[in-house]
């Protein structure tokens, strides 16, 4: 029988996220987001509407493979500037109770230990309500940012990831023991030394003593979100991923995706409902077809075609300034993001012109009445095996005003929507239904104090 959908605002610390020139827009408000009352108010929206959370894009570097240069990025503000995701969510939190926050962090330029301990402090600020969207990263310039040489490479960032997470798994769920803080007032003791532990981790690229630094929070390790498609993407996530953003161009490949992933999950000792499966999704809504056509026709003119081929050389690594209208772009393994780069190999440059400057086409773009839109999101959720939608933004906040206001009541007339945060205080438990903590099919349980002594 369908079930309840689960809905992330999808967002980012930058003037222009993913639809490209609607910054200009006269009802947007993008220019706002230096400013904490924008996000304070976002959150408040995006609660009132009963979303599971907010998820926080993010990238370390700049889009600089059109044209060879960041020009353009940096001239239309595609991801550039912005501003560290991390910093906006105990304000968020603190104008909130139940609605999640799902920060982006990569695991190739930093090392493990800091970024366990920001989630820690973010899992007990938010009473439970964090996610770590788990990113490898993209973009060439980033590694010069951190240092680096050169770019990592794909294969070698999907490596430095498993042990990134296997360290992270260690601090948070094996340092602590559940009963290490006694809060003894009388005898003036806070923890009991031995029940906290060092992680002594050796391993190709971590060294890492411990202890954590952080007490055990409501859900020790935050719910992990994880974005990649390809196959060293899907074969992660199906090992680690308790939430996965899938990235597809057609509803056949969303489906491919979906199902192979439940599949490898299996194959890896976990069952096919430990992952939710959620992908992006553009939603134009109105009181009738023919305004919600109106409001299509009014962004169109806004929309930035150039921003999105900037967008689409970051994700792919390929330069559509430097080639021909009628080249294949083919596949190279340019080492960016290999999925995106796979969806296009077969065609040719004007092809991919002409997607981006007419959306129309886009199946996971949704323009109507309510009713329209809802029956919609029903087909391409059920069709595909999806449990959810990241809604993407044309005009902030009016997208998720409208989507809040006209959608959320349609969908729950029909039962694919909550009505209440009635599933658990953690994100964790509003996602997947169970308890505060890893599944015990998940790896991350592997390393909890008992399952590494047996006690």
């Known amino acids: 029988m369908p079930g309840i959908l689960h809905f992330n605002g999808f967002e980012m610390n930058t003037p222009s996220h993913m639809n490209h020139g609607m910054w200009v827009h006269p009802d947007n408000n993008r220019h706002r987001y230096t400013d904490i009352d924008y996000w304070t108010g976002t959150a408040r929206l995006l609660e009132r509407g009963l979303f599971d959370a907010l998820f926080l894009a993010d990238v370390v570097g700049t889009y600089d493979v059109y044209g060879s240069s960041r020009d353009a990025a940096l001239e239309r503000g595609v991801q550039s500037p912005n501003n560290d995701p991390f910093l906006l969510v105990p304000a968020m939190a603190a104008v909130t109770r139940d609605l999640g926050f799902a920060v982006t962090f990569t695991t190739t330029y930093e090392p493990p230990f800091g970024n366990a301990r920001r989630f820690s402090t973010?899992?007990?600020?938010?009473?439970?309500?964090?996610?770590?969207?788990?990113?490898?990263?993209?973009?060439?310039?980033?590694?010069?940012?951190?240092?680096?040489?050169?770019?990592?490479?794909?294969?070698?960032?999907?490596?430095?990831?498993?042990?990134?997470?296997?360290?992270?798994?260690?601090?948070?769920?094996?340092?602590?023991?559940?009963?290490?803080?006694?809060?003894?007032?009388?005898?003036?003791?806070?923890?009991?030394?031995?029940?906290?532990?060092e992680v002594g981790h050796r391993g190709a690229h971590f060294t890492v003593d411990g202890p954590h630094l952080s007490e055990p929070s409501p859900q020790r390790t935050p719910v992990i979100y994880q974005a990649g498609s390809s196959d060293r993407g899907r074969d992660f996530a199906a090992r680690h991923a308790e939430a996965m953003f899938v990235g597809a161009r057609t509803e056949?490949?969303?489906?491919?995706?979906?199902?192979?992933?439940?599949?490898?999950?299996?194959?890896?000792?976990?069952?096919?409902?430990?992952?939710r499966f959620l992908t992006g999704l553009n939603v134009i809504v109105a009181e009738t077809d023919a305004a919600a056509r109106a409001k299509l026709e009014d962004f169109l003119r806004y929309r930035d075609t150039v921003g999105y081929l900037v967008h689409f050389g970051g994700g792919t690594g390929v330069d559509l300034a430097a080639h021909g209208a009628e080249q294949l772009l083919g596949f190279r393994a340019r080492g960016h993001i290999e999925s995106n780069e796979r969806s296009f190999a077969d065609k040719r440059a004007r092809e991919v012109v002409d997607f981006y400057d007419d959306p129309t086409a886009d199946p996971f773009l949704v323009?109507?009445?309510?009713?329209?839109?809802?029956?919609?999101?029903?087909?391409?959720?059920?069709?595909?095996?999806?449990?959810?939608?990241?809604?993407?933004?044309?005009?902030?906040?009016?997208?998720?005003?409208?989507?809040?206001?006209?959608?959320?009541?349609?969908?729950?007339?029909?039962?694919?929507?909550?009505?209440?945060?009635?599933?658990?205080?953690?994100?964790?438990?509003?996602?997947?239904?169970?308890?505060?903590?890893?599944?015990?099919?998940?790896?991350?349980?592997?390393?909890?104090?008992?399952?590494v002594t047996g006690r």
């Open 122 to 197: 973010l899992d007990h600020l938010t009473r439970g309500r964090v996610a770590w969207n788990v990113v490898t990263g993209y973009l060439p310039d980033a590694a010069r940012n951190y240092g680096l040489d050169a770019a990592v490479g794909y294969d070698d960032r999907y490596e430095r990831a498993e042990e990134f997470l296997e360290v992270s798994y260690k601090l948070w769920e094996g340092s602590w023991d559940d009963d290490a803080v006694v809060r003894d007032r009388a005898r003036r003791r806070y923890s009991d030394p031995a029940k906290v532990h």
């Open 367 to 451: 323009v109507g009445s309510p009713t329209r839109v809802a029956d919609r999101i029903e087909e391409l959720a059920d069709s595909i095996g999806l449990d959810g939608f990241n809604l993407i933004q044309y005009l902030s906040p009016g997208t998720f005003a409208d989507f809040v206001e006209l959608v959320v009541p349609e969908l729950q007339r029909r039962g694919r929507y909550r009505t209440s945060y009635e599933e658990g205080e953690t994100l964790r438990e509003r996602l997947l239904g169970a308890g505060p903590r890893l599944s015990p099919h998940h790896p991350g349980a592997g390393f909890r104090r008992d399952a």
């Open 252 to 275: 056949d490949e969303a489906h491919s995706v979906v199902a192979s992933t439940r599949e490898l999950a299996v194959a890896h000792g976990r069952t096919p409902d430990d992952i």
